[in-house]
């Protein structure tokens, strides 16, 4: 399209070339020249994507909306875990995925979560692994009639793993003949030549889980502070990565000064309208009187940390992405797609993220 506009400007130019002294003539075609390469560089508006986290596949009208609103046309759903048995040791699938009704959408990534203890068992076989992993993702598919072109892998192996992990996706790669991705960790980023890189067509870098959950942390979901200190390293990595962002929130209970659980999809809004909360300061609620909620049992003076993600946080984290990455993602996955999550936001937050890269 380019091409043709900068020989169609030459013709005219040519047209006038008795009456046009050269070095105007020259100039006029090195503006169009600039403006062409400039809109060269533009790139599309990644696409939006979801991950799916729950064990139940049954999705509320509140998450078919937003499905819709946004043209999402592909949804990474958590298919399993791997874990090692506590009393065999023998590696088998933990809480696999239920469709109560099938997803009406284009393209559906089944994510496999491994346990990074398993990639360290003193009896890890890579290719026994692989081929269970694979027979348990097709056992899920032709239960439900799916297909998939494409299979996630999910593990933060470390050094003393990533021999074994290495090996595995290799193997998985082989035998699953799909098109394989594979989620990457800040830290797995800037020291990926001690890391390593997997074997895969795709990364995607899960920019969340940054801090630690402790009593007198920052948010460990998100800290900038903390991500800047890593994403100045994604212009080196080689390998293509879409990004994975938060939307999710928790409280962190903590009981005589220690850190006892997390309690997931807690909301500050839902500790406000608990009589049995009270409000000490920012994120932080006292418990008043033991009970239990939603089978937790809450003791009296226990304290819980909220943190969560804002519609800021989500666009900083958009901006600083776009200003240290090597070039423009073609997808931004949202972590997760859960109307516990998405009545949290505008309608339009996804959108608006996006067009920040």
């Known amino acids: 399209m380019q091409l043709k506009a900068v020989i169609s400007i030459c013709k005219i ?17 090195y503006i169009v020249l600039f403006v062409v ?10 696409i939006v994507s979801f991950y ?18 946004n043209n ?9 875990d791997l874990d090692l048995h506590p009393k ?10 239920h469709f109560t009704k099938l997803p009406n959408i284009k393209s559906i990534v089944p994510v496999v979560y491994i346990q990074n203890k398993v990639m360290l068992d003193e009896k890890f076989n890579s290719q026994d692994l692989a081929n269970k992993t694979n027979d348990f993702i097709n056992l899920v598919n032709t239960k439900n009639g799916l297909s998939c072109q494409e ?10 793993s990533k021999t074994n992990y290495l090996k595995f996706i290799e193997d998985f790669k082989r035998i699953s003949a799909k098109k394989l991705s594979a989620t990457i960790r800040l830290h797995q980023v800037k020291y990926f030549e001690k890391t390593k890189i997997p074997n895969v067509d795709s990364g995607v870098l899960m920019y969340y889980n940054m801090g630690t959950i402790a009593v007198k942390s920052l948010n460990s979901i998100y800290d900038q502070g903390i991500a800047k200190r890593y994403i100045k390293s994604l212009k080196k990595y080689p390998l293509p990565l879409s990004y994975a962002l938060p939307i999710y929130s928790w409280g962190i209970h903590i009981s005589q000064g220690k850190v006892i659980g997390l309690r997931s999809k807690l909301l500050a809004s839902d500790l406000d309208s608990s009589a049995n909360f009270t409000f000490i300061e920012k994120n932080i609620y006292k418990v008043n009187q033991s009970h239990y909620r939603k089978g937790v049992f809450y003791k009296k003076e226990d304290v819980i940390k909220i ?4 519609a800021d946080d989500l666009k900083e984290m958009a901006s600083d992405l776009k200003e240290n990455g ?32």
């Open 151 to 160: 299979i996630q892998i999910d593990c933060d192996w470390t050094l003393s």
């Open 72 to 80: 999402v046309e592909k949804i990474y759903i958590r298919y399993f």
């Open 37 to 46: 390469f400039i809109s060269c560089q533009r790139t599309e508006t990644p």
């Open 326 to 357: 090597a070039s423009s993602p073609k997808e931004i996955i949202f972590y997760d797609l859960d109307e516990l999550n998405l009545i949290n936001y505008e309608k339009t937050i996804f959108k608006q993220v996006v067009t920040c890269f």
């Open 52 to 69: 799916y986290w729950k064990t139940n596949f049954n999705l509320s009208p509140l998450e078919l909306e937003t499905i819709k609103e």
């Open 13 to 29: 130019l040519d047209l006038f070339d008795a009456k046009w002294p050269v070095i105007l003539k020259n100039f006029c075609l």
């Open 307 to 310: 943190e969560a993600i804002s």
């Open 88 to 97: 065999t040791k023998q590696v088998y699938p933990v809480s696999p995925i």
